[in-house]
DNA sequence: TTCTTAAAAGATAATAGTTATTATTTATTA
DNA sequence: TAATAAATAATAACTATTATCTTTTAAGAA
């Protein structure tokens, strides 16, 4: 995991570069990405800055969520449930654990994706841009509390 | 992939067995699910229906998938953009790769996966049930039209 | 073949998550 | 401190999907 105080200086940067406006919404749902431990939803960074900002309002979060998105300092994972989740912190693609008990997401440590890059643009021809790469199943957490 | 043929009269077998009217309507979608090679959408398999059945209702294509898809007949998949794309002649779990530019999807063959799911079970703790591996780029044919 | 009926189709309303709009407020610079 | 360009807040609009309800139909029985 990146050092959340020098993602949260490199976003800051990133707005100041493109002479945008350093609100104190703007700044707080950028510290809440930069951190990212738990790839929180929309949803759940509006809760959490409504504690401080009484009048906070969703389409903020939302307009905010989708400029970092547009800069490349956030990256969105889109769920077949509906659901999207970012992650400010590691914003590049990188392999996910989903849980689909808790909804709780990991990332684990997999090299071998690289080769696997290569090895799919040579077979199919593509010049490869990006990937996504999740793995659904249920989290040592929820294993135990289901045998109670 | 699979036999189109084979993979249509298992999906008709499971709605017989589960006392579900075989409609003509409910065949053509399977029909067209079943062949798939292009990953069909909901509106597109609604548009080629249209043609045959005049008074072909889009819900009656959702109800549908949907039915197959708890089946496990038919695999969904969703993306960031938020548009899903089905797969009914090969319903389980596999790679695919996407190109952002025409939307063609290509499913390449990559034994190496497995090993990585086991390698990922022992390194977060989670049971593994299923997946999800996308990679996203552009096909040979945008590249070349792009060099015009 | 006709009758019965449970299920499916068709049409449309409802829903939910996200984006767009507009008036008000505010960060920034001179 | 004043001017203003941009951001916020509130809410309307939008879109893809699901739910509802009425009409139609597949399938088994008489």
């Known amino acids: 995991m990146a050092n959340p105080q020098d993602r949260y200086a490199i976003i800051v940067e990133k707005f100041r570069k493109k002479s945008l406006k350093l609100t104190p919404q703007r700044l707080a749902i950028a510290k809440i990405l930069a951190l990212s431990k738990g790839h929180p939803s929309v949803e759940e960074i509006f809760e959490?800055?409504?504690?401080?900002?009484?009048?906070?309002?969703?389409?903020t979060v939302y307009r905010n969520v989708?400029?970092?998105?547009?800069?490349?300092?956030?990256?969105?994972?889109?769920?077949?449930?509906?659901?999207?989740?970012?992650?400010?912190?590691?914003?590049?693609?990188?392999?996910?654990?989903?849980?689909?008990?808790?909804?709780a997401i990991v990332d684990p440590a997999l090299d071998a994706l690289k080769d696997l890059t290569h090895l799919v643009a040579k077979e199919t021809g593509f010049q490869i841009l990006t990937h996504r790469f999740d793995f659904f199943g249920i989290c040592r957490r929820c294993q135990n509390s289901d045998k109670k």
Chains 1, 2 share one sequence.
């Open 66 to 103: 989708l400029l970092l998105k547009s800069f490349g300092e956030v990256l969105e994972l889109s769920f077949p449930d509906g659901s999207n989740r970012y992650d400010g912190n590691r914003p590049y693609p990188h392999p996910h654990v989903i849980c689909i008990k808790c909804g």
């Open 48 to 59: 959490q800055l409504k504690k401080t900002f009484s009048t906070m309002s969703l389409a």
